[in-house]
């Protein structure tokens, strides 16, 4: 078994496979095992697949969604949050993945960087001008990746007509939540990671048009601000500290038409890119790997049983993005809704999530 990208997918796909008997390899093209500095919400659902897979994360938990009025920098509802989510570092994710494979003897063969992946599906054509054959391979290497190409090569994607930012910030004591800081048009969400001294920004602004592809490019940090500008001193603070952004558009690839071509099969980003406005693509890249490695050889039926839930998730993240952004009339009936849910029934809206959060796919039979 080949894994292509040794990403959150790729790595547990491979840990998966190898604790199912099969004899794995991952090739990945970056020259080492790590990740930009960002963060990542990890749920219940997939935090049960790093248990299963013996992979020891040590992150901190955290204990609420906190939606607040960006321009008044007043609270709307904090939503406590059951056990089991995570506030993680990247980097601290892939290491941990990293180690487990490592203790599983898995081969990990780094700056290697596919370019195609020829017709027959088994014939990997690297940068370097070299070939390698593979019997069946996994493609991990995410949204712009060789496998992506070759499984669903004329799937387009469209601008959303929303561009984000990322960066990290030093904070002291921020309280173990994910902020959400709503207002028309854009919206901020901002959780600490680590001790609690740095502070995970991701910022959305809707925006008419996009070229750029990618989501490492730079951006001048006083274009975030200016974005921002409106918003109350909370937000405008917390982003006077930034000194490094990030700035990419957010596109809608919908939901991929087919995941497997031949001995070939995607998980992750590369089979389903996802919105960020619901944390969810690395928890979904996880239940992937694991249930991919239950059910091979037959990634048919896998795919089958498993696109409905994907589906499910991506609308869910699609349908958050309208309501973060909303104005006027709308908006003021929103804050004044959610304030009365806020005071009455907090838990309420999250219970919403069930079917995302509480299921444990390393239970069940697919
Ligand atoms: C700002 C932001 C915030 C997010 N927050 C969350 C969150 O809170 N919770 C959550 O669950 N998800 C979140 N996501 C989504 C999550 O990051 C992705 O869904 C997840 O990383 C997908 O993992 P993957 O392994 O499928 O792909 P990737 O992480 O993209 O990994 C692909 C790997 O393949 C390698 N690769 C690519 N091309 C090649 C090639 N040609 N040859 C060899 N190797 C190759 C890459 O170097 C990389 O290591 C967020 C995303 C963003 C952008």
Same mark, same amino acid.
């Given at each position: 078994?080949?894994?292509?990208?040794?990403?959150?997918?790729?790595?547990?796909?491979?840990?998966?496979?190898?604790?199912?008997?099969?004899?794995?390899?991952?090739?990945?093209?970056?020259?080492?095992?790590?990740?930009?500095?960002?963060?990542?919400?990890?749920?219940?659902?997939?935090?049960?697949?790093?248990?299963?897979?013996?992979?020891?994360?040590?992150?901190?938990?955290?204990?609420?969604?906190?939606?607040?009025?960006?321009? !008044?920098?007043?609270? &709307?509802? #904090?939503?406590?949050?059951?056990? $089991?989510? @995570?506030?993680?570092? /990247? *980097?601290?994710?892939?290491?941990?993945?990293?180690?487990?494979?490592?203790?599983?003897?898995?081969?990990?063969?780094?700056?290697?960087?596919?370019?195609?992946?020829?017709?027959?599906?088994?014939?990997?054509?690297?940068?370097?001008? !070299?070939?390698?054959? &593979?019997? #069946?391979?996994?493609?991990?290497? $995410?949204? @712009?990746?060789?496998? /992506? *190409?070759?499984?669903?090569?004329?799937?387009?994607?469209?601008?959303?007509?929303?561009?984000?930012?990322?960066?990290?910030?030093?904070?002291?004591?921020?309280?173990?939540?994910?902020?959400?800081?709503?207002?028309?048009?854009?919206?901020?969400?901002?959780?600490?990671? #680590?001790?609690?001294?740095?502070?995970?920004?991701?910022?959305?602004?809707?925006?008419?048009?996009?070229?750029?592809?990618?989501?490492?490019?730079?951006?001048?940090?006083?274009?975030?601000?200016?974005?921002?500008?409106?918003?109350?001193?909370?937000?405008?603070?917390?982003?006077?500290?930034?000194?490094?952004?990030?700035?990419?558009?957010?596109?809608?690839?919908?939901?991929?038409?087919?995941?497997?071509?031949?001995?070939?099969?995607?998980?992750?980003?590369?089979?389903?890119?996802?919105?960020?406005?619901?944390?969810?693509?690395?928890?979904?890249?996880?239940?992937?790997?694991?249930?991919?490695?239950?059910?091979?050889?037959?990634?048919?039926?896998?795919?089958?049983?498993?696109?409905?839930?994907?589906?499910?998730?991506?609308?869910?993240?699609?349908?958050?993005?309208?309501?973060?952004?909303?104005?006027?009339?709308?908006?003021?009936?929103?804050?004044?809704?959610?304030?009365?849910?806020?005071?009455?029934?907090?838990?309420?809206?999250?219970?919403?999530?069930?079917?995302?959060?509480?299921?444990?796919?390393?239970?069940?039979?697919?």
């Amino acid at each position: 078994m080949t894994v292509l990208g040794a990403g959150i997918g790729g790595l547990a796909a491979a840990i998966a496979c190898k604790l199912r008997g099969y004899s794995v390899e991952v090739i990945e093209q970056a020259p080492a095992l790590t990740e930009v500095g960002a963060g990542l919400q990890i749920a219940p659902n997939g935090g049960r697949v790093l248990d299963a897979l013996g992979v020891r994360l040590a992150a901190p938990e955290s204990e609420a969604i906190h939606i607040i009025d960006g321009l !008044s920098n007043r609270s &709307v509802i #904090r939503m406590p949050l059951g056990p $089991g989510f @995570r506030l993680v570092h /990247r *980097a601290d994710l892939i290491a941990a993945l990293g180690d487990r494979a490592q203790a599983l003897g898995i081969a990990v063969r780094l700056d290697r960087c596919v370019r195609t992946i020829a017709q027959d599906g088994r014939t990997l054509h690297f940068a370097d001008g !070299s070939i390698h054959r &593979v019997r #069946r391979l996994i493609g991990a290497d $995410g949204v @712009r990746g060789a496998a /992506r *190409a070759f499984v669903a090569p004329d799937h387009a994607a469209t601008f959303t007509g929303q561009v984000a930012w990322r960066a990290i910030v030093p904070v002291t004591d921020w309280p173990r939540e994910a902020q959400v800081h709503m207002g028309p048009g854009r919206h901020l969400v901002c959780y600490p990671l #680590r001790d609690g001294r740095s502070l995970n920004l991701v910022a959305v602004e809707e925006r008419a048009a996009w070229v750029a592809d990618g989501w490492s490019q730079r951006d001048d940090p006083d274009v975030l601000r200016e974005a921002f500008s409106g918003f109350a001193h909370g937000v405008r603070d917390l982003l006077d500290r930034v000194e490094t952004v990030h700035l990419w558009g957010l596109m809608d690839h919908g939901l991929t038409p087919r995941w497997t071509r031949g001995t070939c099969t995607l998980i992750g980003d590369a089979a389903h890119p996802t919105l960020p406005f619901l944390a969810q693509g690395a928890n979904l890249a996880l239940e992937d790997a694991y249930t991919l490695a239950r059910n091979l050889p037959e990634p048919s039926a896998w795919e089958a049983l498993r696109r409905p839930r994907v589906a499910r998730a991506l609308s869910a993240a699609q349908a958050n993005a309208t309501r973060y952004h909303l104005s006027g009339g709308q908006r003021s009936v929103a804050l004044s809704g959610l304030r009365l849910l806020g005071r009455v029934a907090p838990r309420l809206p999250l219970r919403g999530y069930g079917w995302l959060y509480d299921a444990d796919v390393t239970g069940e039979p697919s």
